[in-house]
């Protein structure tokens, strides 16, 4: 039972707590009914059974018992009545046959992605509250100081709370306007399900899952050439996640996995929507991206992946949105295209600038082209130095074995 209640919370509690947020009005009195919610849970199911709809049941438990919280603390403060009353609400007592309410999830993100929330905020803010990252992780992805992200995602709600800011979709009109920061949040959340920043596991499925069915919303709501651009770009990328684990749930690369496992339905899919976003005339970036991933996705083998035109897209792409990230991709494509001596090039030159000195991909891309061209010892050290940074379980194993191969190689004369 007790796997069963983590399951459950790994898979919904995020609906569960956007819901909360849209009925309760308010993200800590939310994440506390959340917590009662569950603490609820793994209380009386042992004994009565898991509920037949258990996302109905979470959301019912914790609004009461947000709702027994602030009667209690009505007693003491009269302010809190018109809270109590507000929940009682027609919309929010038909709670008994609810379903999940499919945009609850959108709905959070629009008010993340709200024009008076600083865009470093609404990131973070998202990340915590759609993906369930600790402040800890976040501020590891972004390379920043925990308290200064602790700091942006406080005043992100406190913003929301005194300026009113509605959890809502907002209206056709103003969609456009929050565009591009909704679809760098659906995309952030991927980027965490397909490469968790930390933890045991490659890939959280979870939150693939719910970035692609994201995406495919907001393209009913708005079919913009990005927004096809960024689904196909998902689809395509999670087409090969289940190749890349292994049983014993280590990291499989690119090059050594078995493409009979790769989703064929899905590239399928991302194709067609990647040839529509191309006729569109204006490329966006997610559209660049989801090319490369197509190259992957057509070559038959990895020896016969076209590099040199996966070179030519991250040229386009690093024209189009400069960024150390970008360049050290378009750095491992041009080292498969030319030979691991010009990556290593590449690569020095962007560490060098102390961008990406805490990035341990860079120092790993690094310590492969040094692997690559036979310099044993500064490979060594320069996947120590990755291990170093990383946190995921699977990652950091490979980085071990390779570290292991190579003490066991003799030096080349």
């Given at each position: ?41 793994a209380r009386t199911w042992p004994a009565d059974g898991i509920p037949g ?361």
């Amino acid at each position: 039972m007790e796997s069963l209640i983590e399951e459950i919370y790994r898979t919904q509690s995020r609906r569960v707590l956007a819901t909360l947020i849209r009925l309760l009005g308010d993200f800590d009195r939310a994440e506390e009914a959340l917590h009662d919610a569950f603490a609820a849970a793994a209380r009386t199911w042992p004994a009565d059974g898991i509920p037949g709809n258990p996302f109905a049941w979470l959301v019912s438990t914790g609004r009461f018992k947000a709702i027994d919280t602030i009667r209690r603390r009505a007693r003491f403060d009269a302010s809190q009545h018109h809270i109590e009353d507000s929940l009682y609400t027609p919309d929010a007592t038909e709670i008994g046959d609810m379903e999940p309410i499919e945009d609850d999830m959108l709905r959070l993100i629009f008010t993340c992605c709200h024009p008076a929330i600083p865009s470093d905020a609404q990131t973070a803010m998202a990340l915590r509250e759609i993906c369930g990252l600790t402040t800890e992780e976040i501020a590891h992805a972004f390379l920043s100081p925990a308290p200064t992200v602790a700091q942006r995602i406080v005043r992100a709600k406190n913003r929301i709370r005194t300026e009113n800011i509605p959890y809502e979709v907002p209206g056709r009109e103003a969609l456009p306007e929050r565009l591009d920061q909704v679809l760098h949040v659906i995309y952030l959340v991927f980027n965490e399900g397909y490469s968790a920043s930390s933890g045991e596991a490659v890939v959280r499925a979870d939150l693939t899952a719910e970035a692609i069915r994201l995406a495919r919303l907001l393209l009913a709501l708005l079919p913009h050439p990005d927004v096809r651009g960024l689904l196909s770009l998902m689809l395509l990328q999670d087409s090969r996640r289940t190749a890349r684990s292994n049983e014993q749930g280590l990291l499989v690369l690119l090059a050594d996995q078995d493409r009979s496992l790769w989703d064929h339905e899905k590239i399928a899919e991302g194709s067609a929507l990647l040839a529509e976003a191309m006729r569109a005339g204006e490329i966006g970036t997610y559209t660049l991206q989801a090319a490369i991933a197509a190259e992957h996705a057509r070559a038959p083998a990895a020896d016969e992946t076209d590099w040199r035109r996966i070179a030519f897209y991250y040229d386009l792409l690093l024209a189009a949105q400069p960024s150390p990230i970008v360049e050290l991709n378009r750095a491992v494509a041009i080292a498969m295209a030319e030979g691991p001596a010009k990556g290593l090039d590449l690569v020095d030159a962007i560490l060098e600038r102390q961008e990406l000195k805490a990035f341990h991909l860079a120092h790993s891309a690094r310590a492969d082209f040094l692997r690559r061209l036979g310099r044993r010892q500064e490979a060594i050290a320069a996947y120590g130095t990755a291990l170093s940074l990383c946190r995921q379980e699977p990652e950091q194993a490979f980085l071990r074995k390779r570290i292991s191969e190579l003490a066991a190689t003799p030096e080349r004369q």
